[in-house]
Protein backbone atom coordinates (compact mmCIF):
# COMPACT_ATOMS: atom_id res chain seq x y z
CA UNK A 1 0.00 0.00 0.00
CA UNK A 2 1.70 3.22 -0.66
CA UNK A 3 1.79 6.14 1.60
CA UNK A 4 -0.97 8.81 1.30
CA UNK A 5 0.50 12.44 0.95
CA UNK A 6 0.56 14.50 4.23
CA UNK A 7 -0.01 17.95 5.39
CA UNK A 8 3.17 19.01 7.94
CA UNK A 9 4.18 22.57 9.55
CA UNK A 10 7.55 24.05 9.04
CA UNK A 11 9.67 24.41 12.22
CA UNK A 12 11.72 27.94 10.62
CA UNK A 13 8.45 29.50 8.70
CA UNK A 14 5.21 27.79 10.42
CA UNK A 15 4.11 27.27 6.55
CA UNK A 16 2.27 24.53 5.72
CA UNK A 17 3.73 22.03 3.13
CA UNK A 18 3.16 19.02 1.77
CA UNK A 19 4.97 15.86 2.31
CA UNK A 20 4.18 13.28 -0.55
CA UNK A 21 3.85 9.88 -1.02
CA UNK A 22 6.60 9.92 -3.64
CA UNK A 23 9.07 11.28 -0.59
CA UNK A 24 7.64 8.94 1.69
CA UNK A 25 8.94 6.47 -0.09
CA UNK A 26 12.27 8.18 -0.95
CA UNK A 27 12.84 8.96 2.76
CA UNK A 28 11.82 4.95 3.55
CA UNK A 29 14.37 3.24 0.78
CA UNK A 30 17.27 5.70 2.58
CA UNK A 31 16.12 4.54 5.91
CA UNK A 32 15.26 7.75 7.40
CA UNK A 33 12.10 7.23 10.18
CA UNK A 34 12.13 10.85 10.96
CA UNK A 35 9.68 13.00 8.23
CA UNK A 36 10.95 16.15 7.53
CA UNK A 37 10.68 19.27 9.64
CA UNK A 38 11.06 21.72 7.43
CA UNK A 39 9.76 23.22 3.88
CA UNK A 40 11.43 22.94 0.85
CA UNK A 41 12.58 26.66 0.64
CA UNK A 42 13.63 26.60 4.64
CA UNK A 43 15.44 23.37 3.89
CA UNK A 44 17.31 25.21 1.28
CA UNK A 45 18.40 27.99 3.08
CA UNK A 46 19.41 25.51 6.10
CA UNK A 47 21.76 23.42 3.99
CA UNK A 48 23.03 26.76 2.59
CA UNK A 49 24.07 27.89 5.78
CA UNK A 50 25.41 24.80 6.93
CA UNK A 51 27.47 23.60 4.08
CA UNK A 52 31.16 23.78 4.11
CA UNK A 53 33.19 26.49 3.04
CA UNK A 54 36.36 26.91 1.45
CA UNK A 55 39.30 27.24 3.66
CA UNK A 56 39.79 30.34 4.87
CA UNK A 57 36.62 31.81 3.86
CA UNK A 58 33.96 32.64 6.91
CA UNK A 59 30.32 33.23 7.31
CA UNK A 60 29.09 36.66 8.65
CA UNK A 61 27.81 36.20 12.27
CA UNK A 62 24.53 37.52 12.57
CA UNK A 63 22.92 38.88 16.49
CA UNK A 64 19.70 38.56 16.53
CA UNK A 65 18.23 41.36 19.78
CA UNK A 66 16.65 39.32 22.65
CA UNK A 67 15.71 40.31 26.06
CA UNK A 68 17.45 38.15 28.68
CA UNK A 69 15.06 36.03 30.47
CA UNK A 70 16.47 36.70 34.00
CA UNK A 71 17.70 40.28 34.24
CA UNK A 72 15.31 41.40 31.30
CA UNK A 73 17.76 43.72 29.58
CA UNK A 74 18.16 43.70 25.95
CA UNK A 75 21.43 41.23 24.66
CA UNK A 76 21.68 39.88 21.21
CA UNK A 77 22.48 36.00 20.44
CA UNK A 78 24.34 33.99 17.55
CA UNK A 79 21.06 31.96 16.68
CA UNK A 80 17.44 32.36 16.14
CA UNK A 81 15.23 31.77 19.15
CA UNK A 82 12.38 29.77 18.45
CA UNK A 83 11.09 30.88 22.09
CA UNK A 84 11.36 27.44 23.35
CA UNK A 85 13.64 28.09 25.70
CA UNK A 86 14.71 30.98 28.13
CA UNK A 87 17.54 32.97 26.81
CA UNK A 88 20.06 34.64 28.69
CA UNK A 89 22.53 37.86 28.54
CA UNK A 90 26.10 36.38 28.87
CA UNK A 91 26.13 37.31 32.41
CA UNK A 92 23.16 35.88 33.49
CA UNK A 93 24.54 32.91 31.05
CA UNK A 94 27.32 32.53 33.40
CA UNK A 95 26.00 32.65 36.29
CA UNK A 96 23.56 30.15 35.09
CA UNK A 97 26.01 27.70 34.00
CA UNK A 98 28.08 28.15 37.78
CA UNK A 99 24.76 27.12 39.35
CA UNK A 100 24.20 24.10 37.52
CA UNK A 101 27.49 22.96 37.65
CA UNK A 102 27.88 23.80 41.15
CA UNK A 103 30.72 26.31 41.43
Given at each position: ???????????????????????Q?F?????????????????????????????????????????????????????????????????????????????
Open positions: MAPIDKLLHCRDCGQEFLWTGGEQYMSKGLTNQPCRCTACRAVYHQSTAPLPAGVTRARVAHPVTCAACGRPTTVPFVPRGTHPVYCTECFSRQQSVASGY
